[in-house]
């Protein structure tokens, strides 16, 4: 997130586009755009 505020001339993250991840001893994040049935199909078998 960090170099995508550098590239974009931003100090902070815009309130839509916060990460906000609640949890503990978290092991694994999946983060995606634009996504269809093909690809989480990928990532269930995959992970």
């Known amino acids: 997130m960090q170099i995508a505020l ?3 001339g931003m100090k902070e993250v815009p309130p839509d586009s916060a990460v906000h991840v609640p949890g503990r001893r978290l092991q694994r994040i999946l ?8 690809e989480l199909l ?6």
């Open 42 to 47: 990928y990532a269930k078998d995959h992970a």
């Open 6 to 8: 550098e590239m974009a």
């Open 31 to 38: 983060f995606a755009l634009d996504v269809y049935a093909a």
